[in-house]
């Protein structure tokens, strides 16, 4: 609790509060020679005044901040920023607006100049300060490639290469990023990422949208809310209309995390220094982390080979004896160190509030990755052995599925089934119901075409015999297309589940499709042959007796009901109806033995045909599928094709599996932090 109190008071008077309100503290105070400095010798605050007070605070310094910047370091080395956003400070700028001279005084090496687009890839800038003595050191990692750096002369041309290398030769850019270490008693502990500078207008060899690349690509970085945006602006131009500052303001309005540093004072006409003292001071575009204002070399200064070093001190000098700019160095708003201090205090404090959220982001990521590597399943193992077992289970469990969807048991084939069924049932009903309509028109027409010697009252069999094969036959091709449509059904639901079942097998799912096809096809043939023989019998238009008298009764009785409703009485008639010897009578006759025969044959082709089909297309199709497949397990020369992992499920496996390595890793180091 206590550390915690410290640290806060400590993050709160890192941002400058102190400036608006005061914060508690204890001030220790004495005469000299009270060897006050032995009371914080814990600390160990130097004593004399021939001991540099910075050097000890610097070391202080170093082990507060250093963590916090090494773990973001360190998760980003872990490329984590794949899967989620890590505390940073991005620099954008203006093209010419002195943002690389920036970088170049807080890192003391010389990046990549030019006229045009010089810096192509994001530049990730890791400072790492060294104790006083140790030697210079560098680093420069990109894509699979990592360099040291011998010579701080040699950082402009690796960063030439490695762009040239990731956004190829000439002026395009590229997503990817760079990433430059470097270690010196010069610099401070400071990580920043160095983002293009924006472009208006496309030069020779630019594509004519490289603005818009540009834009997307810092948009990128500073959209996030986790990011810092460190907009560099000249004091020589109209702040207000600057492309960074309004891409920032887009996606910050409110001002919370964005930093201005303000470059070339020394080229500010003459009259307008108070203008830029107002800007400095939050007067003119309030900014809740402020601005800072910095001279830094220029070309010319470049050109003379003034060194880092004595940059520096002219630009102390440069602020300290300015007439208007003399009071923002009194305050602390100008020169390169002030600048490198105020980063990295703003850096780690934005690093301490950003970590707990960076803890529930990983921690759901991890658990999204996990799940979705169940879904993916382990991959194909490589012993033959442990392979004939997993195809084993694969087919079994398929077949014995495919068993289970043709028996009913799984709802997705038998209600489809059941509904293609019921169609062909409709259909039967729908013919009866129609039959009413023509049959006495066609019963006359038959009569007087086919009525021999008979008397009249006779029924013609013949005129029977003809009308009621003319309404099978129509039956018939109706019936054929149900089972195509039946066959369609299953064959779309067995090649589904060889799907869900050999997900990412794709030699394993060609396999079984090929003969899901080649069985479908033939029990179509043999149900479709079986089907119309099943019509050729039923043409004989014979039945059982005592079939056709229930039917025929059953007929006579529905006829008498109908009949009696109709004339709203309810006496008992004679069973047969045929009295009078008119033509009437006997078309009546005709009419009763047509329908009670064709709905015999209805009732019979109702359950006949379903059946018929049901053994063919599901029973037979699944037990020879089933067959096969097993017997596939015996062809042993074909278990490694067929066992061959999809290339594009194996790619997004090795980069779940990568992820959650990575995320692992960020766990245990901010776990240990």
Same mark, same amino acid.
């Given at each position: 609790?206590?550390?915690?109190?410290? !640290?806060? $008071?400590? +993050? %709160?008077?890192?941002?400058? &509060?102190?400036? *608006?309100?005061?914060? #508690? @503290?204890? =001030?220790? /105070?004495?005469?000299?020679?009270?060897?006050?400095?032995?009371?914080?010798?814990?600390?160990?605050?130097?004593?004399?005044?021939?001991?540099?007070?910075?050097?000890?605070?610097?070391?202080?310094?170093?082990?507060?901040?250093?963590?916090?910047? !090494?773990? $973001?370091? +360190? %998760?980003?080395?872990?490329? &984590?920023?794949? *899967?989620?956003?890590? #505390? @940073?400070? =991005?620099? /954008?700028?203006?093209?010419?607006?002195?943002?690389?001279?920036?970088?170049?005084?807080?890192?003391?090496?010389?990046?990549?100049?030019?006229?045009?687009?010089?810096?192509?890839?994001?530049?990730?800038?890791?400072?790492?300060?060294?104790?006083?003595?140790?030697?210079?050191?560098?680093?420069?990692?990109?894509?699979?490639?990592?360099?040291?750096?011998?010579?701080? =002369?040699?950082?402009?041309?690796?960063?030439?290469?490695?762009?040239?290398?990731?956004?190829?030769?000439?002026?395009?850019?590229?997503?990817?990023?760079?990433?430059?270490?470097?270690?010196?008693?010069?610099?401070?502990?400071?990580?920043?990422?160095?983002?293009?500078?924006?472009?208006?207008?496309?030069?020779?060899?630019?594509?004519?949208?490289?603005?818009?690349?540009?834009?997307?690509?810092?948009?990128?970085?500073?959209?996030?809310?986790?990011?810092?945006?460190?907009?560099?602006?000249?004091?020589?131009?109209?702040?207000?209309?600057?492309?960074?500052?309004?891409?920032?303001?887009?996606?910050?309005?409110?001002?919370?995390?964005?930093?201005?540093?303000?470059?070339?004072?020394?080229?500010?006409?003459?009259?307008?220094?108070?203008?830029?003292?107002?800007?400095?001071?939050?007067?003119?575009?309030?900014?809740?982390?402020?601005?800072?204002?910095?001279?830094?070399?220029?070309?010319?200064?470049?050109?003379?080979?003034?060194?880092?070093?004595?940059?520096?001190?002219?630009?102390?000098?440069?602020?300290?004896?300015?007439?208007?700019?003399?009071?923002?160095?009194?305050?602390?708003?100008?020169?390169?160190?002030?600048?490198?201090?105020?980063?990295?205090?703003?850096?780690?404090?934005?690093?301490?509030?950003?970590?707990?959220?960076?803890?529930?982001?990983?921690?759901?990521?991890?658990?999204?990755?996990?799940?979705?590597?169940?879904?993916?399943?382990?991959?194909?193992?490589?012993?033959?052995?442990?392979?004939?077992?997993?195809?084993?289970?694969?087919?079994?469990?398929?077949?014995?599925?495919?068993?289970?969807?043709?028996?009913?048991?799984?709802?997705?084939?038998?209600?489809?089934?059941?509904?293609?069924?019921?169609?062909?049932?409709?259909?039967?009903?729908?013919?009866?119901?129609?039959?009413?309509?023509?049959?006495?028109?066609?019963?006359?027409?038959?009569?007087?075409?086919?009525?021999?010697?008979?008397?009249?009252?006779?029924?013609?069999?013949?005129?029977?015999?003809?009308?009621?094969?003319?309404?099978?036959?129509?039956?018939?091709?109706?019936?054929?297309?149900?089972?195509?449509?039946?066959?369609?059904?299953?064959?779309?639901?067995?090649?589904?589940?060889?799907?869900?079942?050999?997900?990412?097998?794709?030699?394993?799912?060609?396999?079984?499709?090929?003969?899901?096809?080649?069985?479908?096809?033939?029990?179509?043939?043999?149900?479709?042959?079986?089907?119309?023989?099943?019509?050729?019998?039923?043409?004989?238009?014979?039945?059982?007796?005592?079939?056709?008298?229930?039917?025929?009764?059953?007929?006579?009785?529905?006829?008498?009901?109908?009949?009696?409703?109709?004339?709203?009485?309810?006496?008992?008639?004679?069973?047969?109806?045929?009295?009078?010897?008119?033509?009437?009578?006997?078309?009546?006759?005709?009419?009763?033995?047509?329908?009670?025969?064709?709905?015999?044959?209805?009732?019979?082709?109702?359950?006949?045909?379903?059946?018929?089909?049901?053994?063919?297309?599901?029973?037979?199709?699944?037990?020879?599928?089933?067959?096969?497949?097993?017997?596939?397990?015996?062809?042993?020369?074909?278990?490694?094709?067929?066992?061959?992992?999809?290339?594009?499920?194996?790619?997004?496996?090795?980069?779940?599996?990568?992820?959650?390595?990575?995320?692992?890793?960020?766990?245990?180091?901010?776990?240990?932090?």
């Amino acid at each position: 609790m206590r550390r915690r109190c410290v !640290d806060l $008071i400590d +993050s %709160l008077r890192s941002l400058g &509060v102190e400036k *608006d309100l005061a914060l #508690p @503290a204890i =001030a220790v /105070i004495g005469d000299q020679s009270s060897r006050k400095s032995l009371m914080l010798e814990g600390v160990a605050l130097p004593r004399g005044s021939d001991r540099k007070v910075m050097n000890t605070l610097n070391q202080q310094y170093e082990e507060k901040v250093r963590p916090c910047i !090494d773990l $973001i370091d +360190s %998760l980003r080395s872990l490329r &984590v920023e794949k *899967d989620l956003s890590l #505390p @940073a400070i =991005a620099v /954008i700028g203006d093209q010419s607006s002195g943002k690389s001279s920036v970088l170049e005084a807080l890192s003391g090496v010389a990046l990549p100049r030019g006229s045009g687009i010089v810096t192509r890839c994001p530049l990730e800038l890791k400072m790492k300060r060294r104790r006083e003595g140790e030697e210079w050191y560098g680093k420069i990692s990109y894509q699979d490639c990592e360099k040291e750096i011998e010579d701080p =002369a040699d950082v402009d041309k690796k960063i030439r290469e490695a762009q040239d290398e990731m956004a190829g030769v000439g002026v395009g850019i590229s997503d990817d990023l760079i990433s430059l270490e470097i270690a010196s008693p010069d610099v401070p502990d400071l990580t920043l990422i160095d983002l293009p500078s924006i472009a208006r207008v496309a030069v020779k060899g630019q594509p004519e949208n490289i603005g818009d690349q540009i834009k997307r690509l810092i948009q990128k970085f500073i959209k996030r809310q986790e990011t810092i945006s460190l907009v560099v602006v000249p004091c020589n131009v109209d702040i207000a209309t600057t492309e960074a500052l309004k891409m920032a303001q887009e996606v910050d309005p409110d001002g919370e995390r964005t930093l201005v540093i303000l470059t070339k004072p020394d080229l500010v006409d003459k009259g307008t220094e108070e203008a830029v003292v107002d800007i400095v001071h939050n007067k003119v575009i309030h900014l809740k982390k402020g601005y800072m204002i910095v001279r830094c070399r220029g070309q010319k200064d470049i050109t003379d080979k003034v060194s880092l070093t004595e940059a520096i001190e002219r630009e102390k000098a440069f602020f300290s004896d300015h007439l208007h700019f003399q009071t923002l160095y009194d305050e602390g708003h100008a020169t390169v160190p002030k600048l490198a201090e105020k980063l990295t205090l703003t850096l780690v404090h934005h690093i301490k509030t950003s970590l707990p959220r960076l803890e529930e982001q990983i921690e759901e990521k991890l658990e999204q990755t996990q799940a979705e590597l169940e879904r993916y399943g382990p991959g194909p193992p490589s012993d033959d052995t442990e392979r004939r077992v997993l195809l084993i289970c694969k087919v079994t469990a398929f077949t014995q599925d495919a068993i289970s969807l043709t028996t009913g048991e799984e709802l997705k084939c038998g209600d489809q089934v059941r509904r293609e069924f019921g169609k062909w049932n409709a259909h039967l009903d729908h013919s009866e119901k129609n039959l009413n309509k023509r049959i006495e028109r066609e019963v006359e027409e038959y009569e007087e075409k086919y009525r021999g010697r008979e008397l009249l009252g006779f029924i013609n069999y013949k005129t029977f015999e003809v009308m009621i094969k003319e309404r099978i036959k129509h039956l018939e091709e109706p019936a054929v297309l149900r089972l195509k449509d039946i066959q369609d059904v299953v064959r779309k639901v067995f090649i589904q589940l060889a799907h869900s079942s050999f997900i990412g097998f794709p030699k394993l799912i060609k396999t079984a499709e090929a003969k899901i096809e080649a069985i479908m096809k033939q029990k179509e043939s043999t149900a479709e042959a079986m089907l119309r023989t099943q019509f050729k019998m039923e043409l004989f238009a014979s039945s059982q007796d005592w079939t056709y008298s229930s039917s025929l009764s059953e007929r006579k009785r529905e006829e008498e009901e109908k009949e009696d409703k109709c004339k709203g009485t309810n006496f008992h008639k004679e069973s047969s109806i045929v009295y009078s010897m008119d033509n009437h009578a006997t078309l009546q006759e005709l009419m009763l033995h047509f329908k009670s025969y064709y709905k015999f044959v209805s009732q019979h082709l109702a359950h006949q045909i379903p059946l018929l089909i049901r053994y063919h297309i599901l029973q037979e199709s699944a037990i020879q599928l089933q067959s096969e497949m097993l017997q596939m397990l015996q062809e042993k020369l074909k278990l490694e094709l067929i066992l061959s992992e999809d290339c594009d499920l194996r790619r997004k496996r090795v980069a779940l599996q990568s992820r959650l390595k990575r995320l692992m890793m960020a766990r245990r180091y901010l776990v240990e932090f």
